[in-house]
C-alpha cells in the first residue's frame, strides 16, 4: 500500500483517486476551496459530473497543503493548467527532495510557453517529475471502463514504480521516457478538438472531421519533433489516441465548447454554458505562438485562434482551410 495525495479536486482528480483507492493505496484528495471539499463529504455517491462514480469513505478529503504534500510516496497534480504555477509554489516548501510528481493535467503556459511539467519542475526543482496522459475521460475511469494510459518519466525506475501503482485489470498503463512528446501530444490535441467540434456544429459531416483529425496529429508531431518530442509518441497513446477520444467523445468539454461555437455561440456564452475550464482555449494561443517560434506551419491551430480571438466566422476558417497553395501529404515522400 501506498500514500498518495491528489492535489485537485475536479472531475480527474476524483477519478483518479477512486482508481489508486480501488487498487489498495491511501489515497487523499486536497482542495483549498472549502466549499469544494464540502460538497465532495457530503455527496461520496452523488459526485458532480462523475455519474454512477461513489467516492469512498476510505479517501481523505483535507485543506491542509502541508498534511497533503507530507509524507507522500506520489503525489499526483490534478489541478486545471491555469493554477499549475500557483499549486507548485505553494506546495514546494512541504516536497522532500526526490518526491515522485505524477502531473496528469495539461496545457502550456502562455508567456513562457512551458509545458506543465516545465512550470512544476521551475517551482519544485527538488522533486521527481513524471506525467500520466491518454485517451482517458474522468466519467469513465471512474466507473471503471477499461482504459489505456502512458506514463512518462525521467528514470525507467520512475516510470515502472508509477506503472506498478496505477494499473489493474482495467486500467492499463504503458512506459515512455518521451516526457515533452506526451505533454504536447495531450496538451494541443484540446485546440484540434475545438476545431473538430466546430465542424460539428456546422453538421460538415464525417469525411471533414475525419480529415481536421489527421492533419491535426500532423501539425502536432511536427512541432513536437521539433521541441526535441519522438514521432513515435504522437502515432500512440498520448498523440493519436488522446486526440481521437477528445475530438469524438460526449465527455470531451474541448469538443463540446467547439460545437457550440459552430453553432454560433461566442467563446464567452460557450465557456459559460461549458461551465468548466476549457484547456483548449487556455492552450490555443500559446500552441500559436510555439509554432512562431519554431516555424512550424500549423494552419488549423493558427485558425482556431483566429476565430475564438479575432471574431472570425468558423465556416470562413473551414474554407480558408481548404483553398491553400497544393501541396504533397508529406515532405519527406517523393518518387523516385
Same mark, same amino acid.
Given at each position: 500500500?501506498?500514500? !498518495?495525495?491528489?492535489?485537485?479536486?475536479?472531475?480527474?482528480? /476524483?477519478?483518479?483517486?477512486?482508481?489508486?483507492?480501488?487498487?489498495?493505496?491511501?489515497?487523499?484528495?486536497?482542495? =483549498?476551496?472549502?466549499?469544494?471539499? =464540502?460538497?465532495?463529504?457530503?455527496?461520496?455517491?452523488?459526485?458532480?459530473?462523475?455519474?454512477?462514480?461513489?467516492?469512498?469513505?476510505?479517501?481523505? !478529503?483535507?485543506?491542509?497543503?502541508?498534511?497533503?504534500?507530507?509524507?507522500?510516496?506520489?503525489?499526483?497534480?490534478?489541478?486545471?493548467?491555469?493554477?499549475?504555477?500557483?499549486?507548485?509554489?505553494?506546495?514546494?516548501?512541504?516536497?522532500?527532495?526526490?518526491?515522485?510528481?505524477?502531473? @496528469?493535467?495539461?496545457?502550456?503556459?502562455?508567456?513562457?510557453?512551458?509545458?506543465?511539467?516545465?512550470?512544476?519542475?521551475?517551482?519544485?526543482?527538488?522533486?521527481?517529475?513524471? @506525467?500520466?496522459?491518454?485517451?482517458?475521460?474522468?466519467?469513465?475511469?471512474?466507473?471503471?471502463?477499461?482504459?489505456?494510459?502512458?506514463?512518462?518519466?525521467?528514470?525507467?525506475?520512475?516510470?515502472?514504480?508509477?506503472?506498478?501503482?496505477?494499473?489493474?485489470?482495467?486500467?492499463?498503463?504503458?512506459?515512455?521516457?518521451?516526457?515533452?512528446?506526451?505533454?504536447?501530444?495531450?496538451?494541443?490535441?484540446?485546440?484540434?478538438?475545438?476545431?473538430?467540434?466546430?465542424?460539428?456544429?456546422?453538421?460538415?459531416?464525417?469525411?471533414?472531421?475525419?480529415?481536421?483529425?489527421?492533419?491535426?496529429?500532423?501539425?502536432?508531431?511536427?512541432?513536437?519533433?521539433?521541441?526535441?518530442? =519522438?514521432?513515435?509518441?504522437?502515432?500512440?497513446?498520448?498523440?493519436?489516441?488522446?486526440?481521437?477520444?477528445? /475530438?469524438?467523445?460526449?465527455?470531451?468539454?474541448?469538443?463540446?465548447?467547439?460545437?457550440?461555437?459552430?453553432?454560433?455561440?461566442?467563446?464567452?456564452?460557450?465557456?459559460? =454554458?461549458?461551465?468548466?475550464?476549457?484547456?483548449?482555449?487556455?492552450?490555443?494561443?500559446?500552441?500559436?505562438?510555439?509554432?512562431?517560434?519554431?516555424?512550424?506551419?500549423?494552419?488549423?491551430?493558427?485558425?482556431?485562434?483566429?476565430?475564438?480571438?479575432?471574431?472570425?466566422?468558423?465556416?470562413?476558417?473551414?474554407?480558408?482551410?481548404?483553398?491553400?497553395?497544393?501541396?504533397?501529404?508529406?515532405?519527406?515522400?517523393?518518387?523516385?
Amino acid at each position: 500500500m501506498k500514500k !498518495i495525495s491528489i492535489l485537485g479536486a475536479g472531475t480527474w482528480g /476524483c477519478a483518479l483517486a477512486i482508481l489508486l483507492s480501488g487498487n489498495g493505496h491511501e489515497v487523499t484528495i486536497y482542495t =483549498k476551496i472549502e466549499k469544494e471539499a =464540502k460538497d465532495l463529504e457530503g455527496n461520496r455517491k452523488s459526485l458532480k459530473n462523475l455519474p454512477g462514480a461513489v467516492l469512498s469513505e476510505d479517501i481523505k !478529503i483535507t485543506l491542509n497543503l502541508e498534511e497533503a504534500c507530507k509524507d507522500k510516496d506520489i503525489i499526483v497534480m490534478a489541478v486545471a493548467s491555469p493554477y499549475i504555477r500557483e499549486i507548485s509554489k505553494a506546495a514546494s516548501p512541504y516536497i522532500k527532495k526526490g518526491q515522485i510528481i505524477v502531473n @496528469v493535467s495539461k496545457g502550456i503556459e502562455y508567456g513562457t510557453f512551458y509545458t506543465l511539467s516545465d512550470i512544476i519542475n521551475e517551482e519544485i526543482a527538488q522533486a521527481d517529475i513524471a @506525467v500520466l496522459s491518454g485517451p482517458s475521460h474522468a466519467e469513465e475511469v471512474s466507473r471503471g471502463i477499461p482504459t489505456t494510459i502512458v506514463v512518462g518519466a525521467t528514470t525507467k525506475e520512475t516510470a515502472k514504480f508509477i506503472q506498478d501503482v496505477f494499473m489493474n485489470d482495467v486500467f492499463r498503463v504503458y512506459t515512455s521516457p518521451d516526457i515533452v512528446g506526451i505533454e504536447l501530444g495531450g496538451s494541443i490535441k484540446n485546440v484540434i478538438a475545438l476545431a473538430a467540434g466546430i465542424v460539428d456544429g456546422l453538421n460538415l459531416g464525417d469525411n471533414t472531421k475525419a480529415a481536421l483529425m489527421t492533419r491535426g496529429i500532423a501539425e502536432i508531431t511536427r512541432l513536437g519533433i521539433k521541441m526535441g518530442a =519522438k514521432m513515435e509518441t504522437f502515432s500512440g497513446l498520448s498523440g493519436i489516441g488522446d486526440l481521437f477520444v477528445t /475530438c469524438t467523445s460526449k465527455h470531451s468539454r474541448n469538443r463540446n465548447a467547439g460545437y457550440l461555437i459552430g453553432q454560433g455561440y461566442s467563446l464567452e456564452e460557450t465557456i459559460k =454554458k461549458v461551465n468548466q475550464v476549457v484547456e483548449g482555449v487556455n492552450c490555443a494561443k500559446a500552441a500559436f505562438e510555439l509554432s512562431k517560434k519554431y516555424d512550424v506551419e500549423m494552419p488549423i491551430v493558427e485558425k482556431i485562434n483566429e476565430v475564438l480571438f479575432e471574431g472570425k466566422a468558423p465556416i470562413d476558417a473551414v474554407n480558408d482551410l481548404l483553398v491553400r497553395d497544393k501541396r504533397k501529404e508529406y515532405s519527406t515522400l517523393d518518387w523516385d
